[in-house]
């Protein structure tokens, strides 16, 4: 039974073969999707990590190429160390209490990994001054705000991309790489994005 205690599986899997095989490409971007579980009592996610690390390992020190990890929100990854390794974390905030002490306990437990470039980016602002978020996350930069949008709440519920719905969002978006290039953050390694 998949997760049952006793359950064997590799450490050092081989991965080199899954980017050709899994990879679907749209311009200049390559998107890999690692699923999430799809049904209950199916155990830990060990294997899936483990296979993570060795894979992004792979992308980074063997093909040179620059990978943007959009994580599962909350500490799991850090825990397990699978974000060891890259250049920066972006972590995405929420103007609540709950969001603002783990994208704390994000930033520090990235700098235990050795990861010292560690941003957030403050989402679906609104009802709270901006201030009272920077004071809350305090030495943690913020290099964007997104702010709420009744619009892109709609748009996630049509099923419609944001690019044609809510293009001051993308505007936004668009800000925040600039601040990334400009800073040299993206330098070749991936940039882990979590949400608090």
Sequence with gaps: MPGSFGEWFTLNPYVE?????????????NLLQMG???????????????????????????TNEAVIVDMEAGLEHL?????????????????GQRSLATARA?????K???V???????????GVRLSLIVEALGDLP???????????VLADWKGADLFHSCPDL??????????????KVNNGNPLASTIA
């Design 17 to 29: 073969d899954i980017p050709e095989k899994y990879i679907v490409k749209k311009g200049k971007i």
């Design 36 to 62: 999430g579980k799809t049904a209950g009592g199916t155990g830990c996610a060990c294997p899936e990590s483990v296979l993570l690390k060795s894979l992004l390992n792979h992308l980074v020190l063997d």
């Design 79 to 95: 825990g397990r160390g699978t974000a060891q390794g890259v250049d920066a974390f972006i972590i995405v905030v929420e103007p």
């Design 106 to 110: 994000i930033a520090k437990m990235a």
């Design 112 to 114: 235990d990994l050795g």
């Design 116 to 126: 010292h470039k560690v941003y957030a980016v403050v989402s679906k602002l609104h």
């Design 142 to 152: 913020i290099i964007g705000v997104i702010p709420y949008k009744v619009e892109a």
């Design 170 to 183: 993308v505007e936004e978006a668009e800000k925040i790489l600039d601040s990334l290039v400009k800073n």
